[in-house]
Structures are given as structure tokens and as C-alpha cells.
């Protein structure tokens, strides 16, 4: 029997009782009717015709009870509850976002995807995301714009170009196209770069990446929320959760190992449920703490600026680990620019001039040939960042509460397959083989699983 169905039979007690305190609603909404289909034919009909497109999800009320609440409409909330009902029947499951979907660092990301990671572990979990990504388009009936279009991490320095060389042999014993190229090489897959032995920083090799790429990250959110509506998924925008409510913990109030969850509390009311997600991300620790779970996690705000359009030149998404830059051209030519994290601790999306200033001159070095182009515009998200560069998933010490966090700088790539397993955790009851070397007892046990040699810039 799944967590689920156990968990239910004392769900409707605790629902009344929770409910009662509150007076929701407790009418289930609408039930979905036939979404329309995005096609080719379906737009030329549609433009001929001057209908409009339905809208791609409900607004529905928030009910007093659900088998499953996840907290975070970003792209690991809303594939988690995709997957649970899709792969698991699980359909009695509400996404709570304290904002729109997307708002997050879902909607604020440089779409980077690939599989080029450092560890066996790391390797195997974002080689199936990647698996995910090539059928998404079809799977979720919207055009994702996934562009496999090759990724290369400049090595500048001999210790660098031996972690790629480290890189590209454990990727190959996992299957994943990688493999260290030279300047010569480099120069034809991205023309534009200064490889030349005059550069500040001149390169002296790269790891080169063909299934690598980038993404439309609007449309992959888009996608999940619309999946997840289609079959029978709540999705509660504007809905923030103020507390989560647990029994029987060592902690004040209950909360805290040994206890087991029994409900949300949020600016629209309670609701009980006995399984609640975290995938709140930059958030992840203020969410975690209302359980009385403690998270290895500091936030940590991380900017990107976007240029002007300009003939597009550059085919390849190109990644600077010493110069803590990383560049790609979208289809209509803009140049996004990414870097690593601002070094403090901060809830803040403000842009700074620090970071477009020190972008400007290591994009330069990089590429002289863009010193007249023109910046668009710069925005910043929140990133949580773990000791070791990996994520925190699946079981905590408190029944019922399951993380899906710890995501830094790189975990857009890893929504699909993170969406897939936590729905397979929360579905059975076990930890999927895949996620297994991320759970938090890792900390305790001493079992890192150090992904900084390929994720800090990277991306
Ligand atoms: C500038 C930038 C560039 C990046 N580039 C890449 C990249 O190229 N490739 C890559 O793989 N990753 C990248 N990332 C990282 C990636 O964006 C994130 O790891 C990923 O989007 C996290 O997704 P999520 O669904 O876990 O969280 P989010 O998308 O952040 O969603 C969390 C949601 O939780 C909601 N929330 C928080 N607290 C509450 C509450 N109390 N109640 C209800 N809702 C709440 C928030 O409103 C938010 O919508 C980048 C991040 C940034 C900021």
C-alpha cells in the first residue's frame, strides 16, 4: 500500500478537524474539460477565425484537504505532481505557490541543460532529465524549444584541463557524449571566442559536450502546469504557506523529528493532507524550518542579463569556469549572459552594478568582438546552495514531509527527473535508486556527493 493510501484513511478526520478551524470551502472544483491541443492547424484555424486560446489552466477553489500538497509552483513542483498522475494515478494533489507559476528561479533561469556532471551519481540522475527533455515537446503537447545545440566548459589553466579530462572519462564510462577538445576545435564551435595565445586568459582546452543545450524555460513550466491541470492537479497561485502543521515531533510544538505532518496552514486557510512536498527552492530553509527540519542550505542570489538581438553567430553555449561566466544566443540573437552566485546571503532580486561591471569585463576577455554591444536587461534569483553542489531529496526525519530542494544554480535541468522520482517516492513509499545518494542523512553520514567541480558556473 503507497504512503498515499495509507495516509488517507486518517486524512478526512484530520481534514474535518482542521477545516472546522477555518471554514474552507471543501467543494472539489470543476473537473477539467478537454483542454485545447496545440497544433500547427490548430493556430491556423484559430487565427482565421479570431478564437481565442482557452486558458491553459483552472482557476479553482481551495479545497480543506488533499492526498498530496506541494509547495512551490516552479518547474519540480509542478513536474512532481505532473508525474503522480500521470505515472501513478495520484490526482487529489494541490501546487500552493506564494506567487505566480514560474515566479521563482523556474521563470528567472538561463535554460542551460546537460549531463557532463563530475560524479557517477550526479552523471546518471541528470543524463535521465536530459532523456526527459528530448520527448517533453511531444509528451506534454507544447513546443519547448529544446536545443541540443553542444556545451563547452573553457579549461584556462592545467589543474582545469585535467578536471575536464576527469570529466569527460567519467562521463564516458556512463554513456555521456563528452570529451576534451582543443583551441583549433574550439574556435570553429564557437567563433567569437579569443583563442588566440594573446588572450588574458588564453584557453587551453575545453570539455566539449554535443547533447548539451538550451531550452524555452517559460514553456517547460507552462507545460507541466497545463499536464498537471489535464489530469485533475489543483494549482493555487497567490497561496502562501504560512506553517506547516506536525504531531508528535521533539520539537516545540510538535514539530521536528519523530513527528508526522498533518496539514498546511496558508494566507487562504488550513488544509490538512498527510504528505506535504517542499520544492520552494531560494526558499527551501524558511519552509523546511515551519516542519522543524534543519537543511544544510544558505540562500544565495545569482544574476543574468540578457543583450540586444544580433545576427546569430554563436551556435554553441559556452562556459567559463575561471572567469565565472557562461554565454549562449537565444533563436532571436540575444546573447544571455549567466555568472556564479553573489558571495552573500540574501533574499534579494535587485540586479547590481558589481555584477554587470565584473560580467562586462570577463565576457570581453572572453569575446572582444562585443565590446559595443548593448545590455538589455539584468535580473537575479534566489539559489540554494547545499556544501556539495548536490540536492537534498525525498524523506526527512519528520512522517510526511519530503524535500525536493538544495537546487543552486543548475536544477532547471533537473526538473523533469526530479518531478519523476519524488513522484515515485511519494507514490511507493521508497526512495528511487536514482536519488538515493542525495537524501539529507548524507550529511550526517559523512556521504557527500561533491558536484562543485561541475556546477558551480556551470550551470
Ligand atoms: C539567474 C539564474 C540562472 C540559472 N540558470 C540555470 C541554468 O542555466 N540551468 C539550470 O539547470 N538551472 C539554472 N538555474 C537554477 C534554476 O533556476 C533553479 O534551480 C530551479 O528553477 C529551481 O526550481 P524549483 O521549482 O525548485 O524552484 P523555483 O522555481 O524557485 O520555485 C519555488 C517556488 O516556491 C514558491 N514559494 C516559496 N515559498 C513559498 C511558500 N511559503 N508558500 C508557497 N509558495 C512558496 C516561490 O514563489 C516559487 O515560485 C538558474 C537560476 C538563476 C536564478
Redesign the pocket.
Known amino acids: 500500500m503507497s504512503v498515499v493510501s495509507a495516509a488517507r484513511s486518517g486524512l478526512r478526520s484530520a481534514a474535518a478537524a482542521l477545516a472546522a478551524t477555518t471554514g474552507g470551502s471543501g467543494e472539489r472544483g470543476p473537473k477539467r474539460s478537454r483542454p485545447a491541443r496545440y497544433s500547427a492547424a490548430g493556430l491556423i484555424a484559430r487565427g482565421a477565425s479570431g478564437r481565442t486560446w482557452p486558458r491553459a489552466w483552472r482557476e479553482l477553489p481551495l479545497q480543506r484537504s488533499y492526498d498530496v500538497v506541494i509547495?512551490?509552483?516552479?518547474?519540480?513542483?509542478l513536474a512532481t505532481a505532473y508525474y503522480l498522475a500521470t505515472n501513478h494515478g495520484i490526482t487529489d494533489v494541490a501546487v500552493?505557490?506564494?506567487?505566480y507559476?514560474?515566479?521563482?528561479?523556474?521563470?528567472?533561469?538561463?535554460?542551460?541543460?546537460r549531463s557532463n556532471y563530475l560524479t557517477p551519481e550526479g552523471i546518471a540522475f541528470y543524463d535521465r532529465s536530459l532523456q526527459l527533455y528530448r520527448t517533453m515537446a511531444v509528451d506534454l503537447n507544447i513546443n519547448v524549444m529544446f536545443s541540443q545545440r553542444g556545451h563547452l566548459t573553457l579549461a584556462h589553466t592545467d589543474a582545469a584541463l585535467r578536471t575536464m579530462r576527469w570529466r569527460a572519462e567519467v562521463n564516458k564510462l556512463q554513456g555521456v557524449d563528452s570529451r576534451v577538445i582543443d583551441p583549433a576545435t574550439i574556435e570553429r564551435l564557437a567563433p567569437g571566442l579569443d583563442v588566440s595565445s594573446r588572450a588574458r586568459y588564453p584557453i587551453l582546452g575545453a570539455l566539449y559536450h554535443p547533447p548539451g543545450g538550451i531550452v524555452r524555460h517559460d514553456a517547460v513550466v507552462w507545460g507541466y502546469a497545463r499536464g498537471a491541470d489535464r489530469r485533475g492537479v489543483e494549482l493555487h497561485q497567490r497561496?502562501?504557506?504560512?506553517d506547516i502543521v506536525v504531531e508528535g515531533g521533539d520539537g516545540p510544538d510538535g514539530k521536528g523529528p519523530g513527528g508526522r505532518v498533518t496539514g498546511v496552514r496558508t494566507n487562504r486557510g488550513d488544509i490538512a493532507t498527510p504528505i506535504v512536498v517542499n520544492?520552494?527552492?531560494?526558499?527551501a530553509t524558511?519552509?523546511a524550518d515551519m516542519a522543524g527540519v534543519e537543511l544544510p542550505i544558505s540562500t544565495r542570489p545569482?544574476?543574468?542579463a540578457v543583450t540586444e538581438p544580433v545576427k546569430v553567430f554563436l551556435p554553441t553555449v559556452v562556459v567559463s569556469g575561471s572567469l565565472h561566466v557562461y554565454v549562449s544566443q537565444t533563436d532571436r540573437g540575444e546573447l544571455v549572459f549567466?555568472a556564479s552566485v553573489d558571495p552573500y546571503n540574501n533574499y534579494s532580486v535587485r540586479g547590481s552594478l558589481e555584477f554587470t561591471e565584473e560580467l562586462a569585463s570577463h565576457v570581453l576577455a572572453l569575446m572582444p568582438g562585443l565590446s559595443k554591444m548593448r545590455l538589455l536587461r539584468q535580473?537575479?534569483?534566489?539559489?540554494d546552495m547545499t556544501p556539495d553542489y548536490s540536492p537534498v531529496m525525498g524523506f526527512t526525519p519528520v512522517g510526511g514531509f519530503l524535500c525536493?530542494?538544495g537546487?543552486?544554480?543548475?536544477?532547471?535541468?533537473?526538473?523533469p527527473v526530479s518531478g519523476e522520482t519524488m513522484a515515485e517516492c511519494i507514490a511507493t513509499d521508497q526512495t528511487p535508486k536514482l536519488i538515493a545518494p542525495f537524501a539529507l542523512s548524507r550529511f550526517a553520514a559523512g556521504r557527500l556527493v561533491g558536484e562543485k567541480g561541475a556546477a558551480a558556473v556551470g550551470?
Open positions: 509547495i512551490g509552483g516552479g518547474v519540480h513542483g500552493l505557490d506564494k506567487s507559476l514560474g515566479s521563482g528561479g523556474s521563470g528567472r533561469n538561463t535554460a542551460i541543460i497561496t502562501e504557506v504560512t520544492c520552494t527552492a531560494g526558499w524558511l519552509v545569482l544574476q543574468a549567466g535580473w537575479a534569483g534566489l539559489c525536493d530542494v537546487w543552486g544554480t543548475y536544477g532547471f535541468k533537473a526538473g550551470h
